[in-house]
């Protein structure tokens, strides 16, 4: 059994801390729309961003990790997207800390804390992608599901062995878990979590989890994430925490590159938009390493 | 070498093994508000809102009270403690230890916690220094009732560590931790039961974590003195031999509660209850004494009778012990048309259930009896209890209440069908017990006015079985029954069966749609208090419930917490149909608006209680101003911050 592992863990808001409105205009922005159609967004919002949530949580042997990337499009509705990511992510970890669920079955714990909110008094509305990630420690195994474009990567000696897959309805709009507010039931794209990609792997001492939102794969490419990665020396708490910074900053750096042709933009061109730069977004990044004893 | 204080051991709750009320669903997956909350480290302190990692219960306030129509005669014995505890959460922990202190975290409404008693079982021919480890099974089910008792060799009784006889007023709105100065007991202990009295709270009390610090060794009077300036008012060196001290205004014969002085009262000693049967140890000897029986001879024995029914309930069993005189009076039959065992369920065992079939033996005329928890612990068998109703002759019972009392089975249930043929209320509610074919037995009942099956396992035969035998039915509680599969029919078969139903509860009843909420309506037309909660398949967009204000015009409770649904049209109806309501709750919902509210102010000059929490339009500014302009109304707004 591997009895220790290290995270790292690091969300970076991409807005609110570094550049100010001003630097935006003129870049056009294509929101996550609950229904998938285009519109380009006030970019004076602060609140543009801000909408991907994520826990860390520890059951026996069974570490559990969640990303979830709010559908930013319900501003449009008058409804806060951060709240339905923070809430979900909330209550996955509530269930993992309280031993609630099966380590491989992480579709199921999806499905629960999804259920779950549901029984929370605050009408809640929205929708998001989420990813979970369970580390069996007993087994060495990793157990994954994905609903959406969010995702995660197996590194092992510097080529990615496993990786998730986008899934999406079109262009831009990802799988989502969603609670339609109830005038609106009947309109809203609303996927299962059963619907989620689900994978389990046998893992390696060694092996590298990267675990994150769109707003990374989105803007740097698996090549510059493994050159990053491949600089991670010894899997201390300090290492990681800097490959984590270092990633998210290149990722943001790029984001906001007008001339970068970007793996969105790359997509963007093959769904016939034609589109340079980066994609401004949260970024939000979970790395681990499995170590020995 | 100096010799070092005892070790303290420092415990959170690890398991429940069982609780009366909570206010999350019973799937156990779910733990949205669930009383399991209560276990393991603090999630949510010192954070204070209304957050669903927190355990809570499933009432508070007076609102639900208020609503009871009291048709059955209340004993109105003074009570050894003035509150009346409501609910209770029995935790365990890993292991067994003398208790020191227990602290919960309060983090929402502090103020609950009224009482705390220790399970302890011990065995015989062994002393406090030589106690042995309990060995039962450690693997606790984290997600509901766990942890067999197993009574083998050993005694199993209650010890209580610690009661505060004045609920806590007015405390400030701030998350606290709690920890009591308790009473030292002789025994270790891993089951503790945190008792709850709610009805002086602003809103739901809120609890986060339960701490348990004790020693593995007796220390007896230990060296390491607890923290001073705590609750200094509530040091308890010894159970005091004196219990409690009478009123001492001469003036005045009545007994008053609020004359007592609860200040040296403690635990009351389990003995006390044995004596319940017991002959005068003072033989009457007339060389001794001038008057048979004492100076209480002189008096009428009406008056001495009367004297007698304001002595509280432990006071009147000792009092058998005095004289032949007092002893006589402690077995009249009309001393005991109502007996109310609730606040001493700890003490309530075989000898107790014994001496009241003593008492009811010969024109016995008793038509109340609440026995709510007795038996809890295991500390009496549901044999002991099934015997009782056998043997004891309860022909003119009508209310009996052993809500949330774990020696109720289902042979109990039948012998309770069998001899209780005149019962007009009964509540069984959180008896978990009875399995649902066992409760189909309830349709033998046939005068049945109120019925409370809360978080019991009956189902929809069951049910069913019970409206149609019961049809002057007036109040029925099938909360949280989570075996009742079609709630429509249900509704269905009342409409049908029980047109003189007035007072529902169906808190989260998932398959109840407007099909059978129409079907009611329509056919019901005494209904005054429902309580639709967390009924998620009630749709507003039916028109259910604006055909409910339409059709209900004595209204005067309407709980649709957590709707979502309720919308202007609704609250319109109400105002304009329903002129009697008194208690409306719409938590949750985004869509009505402030003016609507106002016109129900208006129209409703009735209004007590508004709970309009997490509603979309009700800002903390608008409901200050509400709480103005109608300062009798009770108006919740409750906050996750």
Redesign the interface.
């Known amino acids: 059994m591997f009895s220790v592992m290290t995270y790292g863990r690091y969300a970076a808001r991409a807005v609110a801390n570094s550049l100010s409105p001003e630097h935006f205009n003129g870049i056009p922005i294509v929101p996550n729309n609950p229904r998938g159609i285009q519109s380009t967004v006030s970019l004076l919002d602060k609140r543009l961003y801000g909408d991907d949530a994520c826990f860390v949580a520890y059951y026996n042997a069974a570490d559990v990790l969640g990303v979830a990337d709010g559908v930013g499009g319900w501003r449009a509705y008058g409804i806060d997207p951060s709240q339905f990511s923070k809430k979900l992510m909330a209550?996955c970890e509530?269930?993992v800390?309280?031993?609630?669920f099966v380590p491989n079955q992480p579709a199921e714990l999806l499905a629960?804390g999804y259920?779950?909110l549901?029984?929370?008094?605050?009408?809640l509305a929205g929708s998001s992608t989420a990813c979970i990630v369970v580390l069996d420690r007993s087994k060495q195994t990793l157990h994954t599901a994905n609903l959406g474009d969010s995702g995660f990567m197996v590194v092992r000696k510097g080529e990615v062995v496993h990786r998730s897959s986008e899934q999406q309805h079109f262009f831009n709009t990802p799988f989502q878990l969603s609670v339609p507010?109830?005038?609106h039931r009947a309109e809203v794209l609303n996927d299962a979590a059963e619907d989620a990609d689900t994978a389990s792997f046998d893992l390696e001492l060694g092996d590298i989890i990267l675990t994150a939102t769109d707003g990374l794969f989105d803007n740097m490419p698996d090549h510059a994430i493994l050159k990053e990665l491949s600089t991670l020396k010894d899997s201390q708490y300090e290492s990681i925490k800097r490959t984590v910074w270092n990633l998210a900053e290149q990722a943001r750096d790029l984001s906001y590159d007008p001339d970068y042709f970007s793996p969105f933009a790359k997509q963007a061109r093959k769904n016939g938009y034609n589109v340079t730069g980066g994609k401004p977004d949260d970024i939000t990044i979970l790395l681990s390493i499995v170590t020995g004893d | 070498m100096k010799q070092n204080g005892p070790k303290y051991i420092k415990q959170y709750a690890v398991g429940i093994i069982d609780y009366s009320s909570q206010y999350?669903?019973e799937n156990?997956?779910?733990?949205?508000?669930s009383v399991?909350n209560i276990?393991?480290e603090p999630?949510i302190f010192p954070k204070y809102g209304?957050f669903?990692?927190a355990a809570v219960m499933r009432t508070y306030g007076p609102w639900w009270e208020k609503c009871e129509s009291p048709k059955y005669k209340k004993d109105n014995r003074p009570r050894l403690f003035p509150f009346a505890s409501q609910d209770y959460i029995d935790v365990v922990f890993d292991q067994a230890v003398y208790p020191w202190s227990i602290a919960i975290y309060e983090t929402y409404n502090p103020g609950s916690l009224v009482r705390i008693l220790a399970l302890c079982q011990h065995f015989p021919n062994q002393t406090a220094k030589s106690d042995r480890n309990n060995n039962v099974a450690t693997d606790p089910d984290?997600?509901g009732k766990a942890i067999p008792l197993p009574l083998i060799d050993g005694f199993t009784h209650w010890e209580v560590l610690w009661d505060n006889p004045h609920p806590q007023h007015n405390l400030p709105t701030a998350a606290r931790m709690f920890a009591p100065i308790l009473r030292e007991i002789k025994h270790r202990s891993r089951i503790i039961r945190l008792e709850f009295c709610h009805s002086h709270l602003e809103y739901y009390a809120e609890l986060d974590a339960v701490e348990l610090t004790g020693t593995l060794e007796y220390s007896g009077s230990s060296p390491v003195d607890p923290p001073s300036g705590s609750m200094s008012a509530m040091k308890l060196d010894k159970p005091s031999t004196s219990i409690i001290t009478p009123s001492s205004s001469s003036e005045d014969l009545a007994f008053s509660e609020s004359k007592i002085d609860y200040s040296l009262s403690s635990a009351v000693d389990p003995e006390d209850f044995s004596c319940l049967n017991s002959d005068p140890t003072d033989e009457d000897n007339p060389e001794h004494a001038p008057y048979p029986g004492g100076a209480f001879s002189q008096l009428p024995a009406e008056l001495l009778s009367k004297i007698f029914s304001y002595l509280s309930f432990p006071d009147f069993c000792r009092a058998a012990q005095v004289c032949t005189l007092f002893r006589s009076h402690s077995y009249d039959p009309a001393q005991f048309n109502c007996l109310n065992l609730h606040t001493y369920w700890h003490m309530v065992n075989e000898n107790t259930l014994a001496g009241i079939v003593d008492r009811c033996k010969h024109g016995c005329t008793i038509q109340t009896l609440n026995m709510r928890w007795v038996g809890g612990g295991d500390i009496m068998s549901s044999d002991q209890l099934h015997d009782f109703f056998r043997v004891c002759d309860l022909l003119t019972l009508t209310f009996l209440d052993v809500g949330s009392s774990p020696c109720i089975t289902d042979k109990v249930l039948k012998a309770m069908t069998d001899v209780l043929p005149h019962l007009n209320h009964l509540n069984i509610e959180s008896c978990d017990k009875p399995t649902s074919e066992g409760l189909r037995v309830l349709h033998k009942f046939s005068n049945l006015e109120t019925l409370n099956l809360y978080r019991t396992k009956v189902d929809d035969a069951g049910i069913i079985c019970v409206l149609r035998s019961n049809t002057q039915l007036e109040s029925l509680n099938l909360g949280s029954c989570q075996h009742i599969l079609d709630y429509d029919k249900v509704f269905m078969e009342m409409a049908a069966h029980c047109q003189q139903i007035r007072i529902i509860d169906v808190w989260r009843a998932r398959s109840l749609t407007s099909q059978g909420l129409n079907e009611l309506t329509t056919h019901c037309k005494h209904l005054e208090e429902l309580d639709f909660g967390w009924c998620?398949t009630l749709q507003s967009s039916t028109g259910c419930f604006t055909h409910l204000a339409k059709s209900c015009r004595n209204l005067h409770k309407l709980f649709l917490t957590?709707n979502?649904?309720v919308s202007d049209a609704e609250i319109r109806f109400l105002a304009e149909h329903c002129p009697k309501l008194r208690q409306l709750d719409i938590?949750?919902?985004?869509?009505v608006s402030v003016a609507a509210i106002e016109l129900l102010l208006l129209r409703c000059p009735d209004m007590q209680f508004l709970d309009l929490?997490?509603c979309?339009s009700f800002t903390v500014e608008v409901v200050n101003g509400l709480r103005t302009l109608y300062p009798h109304v009770s108006i919740k707004r409750?906050f996750?911050e």
């Not at chain 1, 800390?97 to 609630?100: D, H, S």
């Not at chain 2, 156990?28 to 508000?33: A, H």
């Not at chain 2, 938590?587 to 869509?591: A, D, P, S």
Request: aromatic fraction near 8%; hydrophobic fraction near 30%.
């Open positions: 209550a509530m269930m800390k309280t031993g609630r629960s259920n779950e549901l029984q929370d008094k605050v009408p507010p109830a005038e | 999350g669903g156990r997956r779910s733990f949205s508000y399991s276990m393991g999630q209304d669903t990692q984290i997600l998620g957590a979502r649904t938590l949750g919902t985004r869509q929490s997490f979309f409750s996750q």
